[in-house]
């Protein structure tokens, strides 16, 4: 069988090892897309490994599924040697898919086989029909297993030539965004009672205010106390939010849309002082993450390029398809949004710790949460974020975010 002789090594990348293997498996199975699906976070998400698309020879990479968002198809997983959906929108085994990721993309049959190592389910092959709905015989169900167990092959070849791999290094840093959520879980707690003594001294404060004939001096004193509580407030509230793990909605989305529909709230938020310059690249790929995340991501740098700029500057979004070059030698693209500021910039020790949280330059008037949470967001959705700054000549912040699909 063709498939049984593909190997990495002896000048073949595993990447150019997949291509030609989802090239095999797409004329056999007359599918359009097949990607490779490797399990993450011990076993709590998906992240696509590869995944080809066969008309326009486009690869896609990075993009992560997490079972508390779809926790029917990862049942699935595990409990079936073959994920047959002849129509996959209302399958009870894909139909959890049908508006994030399925009908989107015009993803109308699956046929998915689980990935096996070692005797445990390490991840899932998934051969994806655009079209009419059609049925899967036996033997394409055979075919399906036959590709999942030489990706398991391929996958242990590769793993023992190279421990340190894409996937590797995403896994580190996932555990090490771990850690800091159990930081944040445990001062989530204390926050979510501290908010309710926050909130009695806020109503005090506002009685004090309206004491017949207050002096001015003392109202103006009770100000400043409700000023500081809604501070605390509102920490208390990011400390909170970065120490939950809650299901969210992810969805293929069109970032220049989101982007655009944005634009509004950033020229408020950044006020008279400061000039937005939009710069969109046409036919940007799509995505794969949840929306609201994704403006509250955009939102929190905005910010911080704002708070960097208090006599006024210049805030600049671009966002472009980019080619990067990976760990393994193969060059990537990703959707890049590209926020840049012409504020007082970072020296190295502030730009090294920037996305540590609870840390802050701003004193009082911070939270040391923004570019964590944003740190957060993009992981989580697969991608990574990148710092360039210096003192004096503003500020970079790149969100590289993993390609699902080329733009609509």
Known sequence: MELARLHAGAGQSLRQVWIKLAEIASQALRVERVGCWILVDDGRALRCRYLSQQSDHQLFQGAVLRRQDFPTYFAAMSE??????EDALRSSLTSELHDAYLQPLGITSMLDAPIYFEGRVVGVVCHEHIGEPRTWSEAECAFAGAVADNIARLYGEHERRHAETVLAAYQRHLMELSRMEAVGRMAAGIAHDFRGIIGAALGFAELIRRVPELPPQADKHAQRIIEALERGRKLTQQVMSFGKDDPVSPRVLDPAVVVTNLA??????????VQLDLRLEQGTSRI???QTQLERALLNLVLNARDAMPNGGELTVELADTQVDDDEGDRTTFVTIK???????????????ATRPFFTTKGEN??????????????????HVAIDSEPGRGTTVRMFLPRIAASA
């Open 80 to 85: 079936h040697r073959a994920i047959v959906a």
């Open 264 to 273: 509004k709230m950033l020229t408020a938020l950044l006020g008279r002082d």
């Open 288 to 290: 794969f993450m949840d």
């Open 339 to 353: 926020i840049s500021d012409t504020g007082c910039g970072m020296d190295a020790d502030t730009r090294g710790n």
């Open 366 to 383: 911070g939270t040391g949460l923004g570019l964590a949470i944003v740190d957060q967001i993009v992981t989580r959705a697969g991608g």
